[in-house]
């Protein structure tokens, strides 16, 4: 997998430092871009900006739509880049608070769990504040379980 990924983004790599070079671009374009995220995907992929403010790009992609489409979309990925922060901050901090204030030995989520769906677990596990869970491992999931160790799963949405 890695090397495939390392492929794709030595394709990308290469042809936007022909296109930059041949097209004599400033030195102040390649700083503008120093906090931006590009994820390079298969050559089928589409070219599009992520809800977290990363550009998926194919590796396909020919340089010239590419820097056409950052320069286009270069405010927006900020924009979104800042909000999925603010987002993840205050999932960490009400994470937090549950686990405390629940008096959770242990409160994490699954990787397929979102920021958005940990934080409104949470914020309804700090509304209901089901006693029973104190001194429990809790895990936000898509499902209900209980595991051998103890490790208690709920759906993020759980009723």
Same mark, same amino acid.
């Given at each position: 997998?890695?090397?495939? %990924?390392?492929?794709? !983004?030595?394709?990308?790599?290469?042809?936007l430092?022909?296109?930059v070079?041949?097209?004599?671009? #400033?030195?102040?374009?390649?700083?503008s871009?120093?906090d931006?995220? !590009?994820? +390079?995907?298969?050559?089928? +992929?589409a070219?599009?900006? @992520?809800?977290?403010?990363q550009?998926v790009? #194919?590796?396909?992609c020919s340089a010239?739509?590419l820097?056409?489409?950052? $320069?286009?979309?270069k405010?927006e990925?900020q924009?979104?880049? @800042?909000? $999925?922060?603010?987002r993840?901050?205050?999932?960490?901090?009400?994470?937090?608070?549950?686990?405390?204030?629940?008096?959770?030995?242990f409160l994490?989520?699954?990787?397929?769990? @979102?920021?958005e769906q940990?934080?409104a @677990?949470c914020?309804? !596990? !700090?509304?209901?504040?089901? +006693?029973?869970?104190?001194e $429990?491992?809790l895990?936000?999931a898509? %499902? %209900?379980s209980?595991?051998q160790?103890?490790?208690?799963?709920? #759906?993020? $949405?759980?009723?």
């Open positions: 997998m890695g090397m495939v %990924y390392s492929q794709r !983004l030595l394709k990308l790599v290469t042809s430092v022909s296109f070079r041949a097209n004599c671009f #400033p030195e102040s374009f390649a700083k871009l120093k931006l995220n !590009l994820v +390079a995907e298969s050559e089928s +992929a070219l599009k900006l @992520s809800t977290t403010g550009f790009v #194919p590796a396909s010239e739509v820097v056409n489409f950052i $320069h286009r979309n405010a990925a924009t979104r880049q @800042s909000e $999925h922060q603010r993840k901050d205050k999932e960490k901090r009400i994470t937090k608070q549950c686990k405390e204030e629940l008096g959770l030995l994490a989520k699954e990787s397929g769990i @979102s920021v940990m934080t @677990s914020e309804k !596990l !700090l509304i209901e504040r089901p +006693a029973a869970l104190a $429990h491992r895990r936000v898509q %499902y %209900y209980v595991m160790g103890g490790d208690i799963f709920i #759906p993020w $949405h759980w009723e």
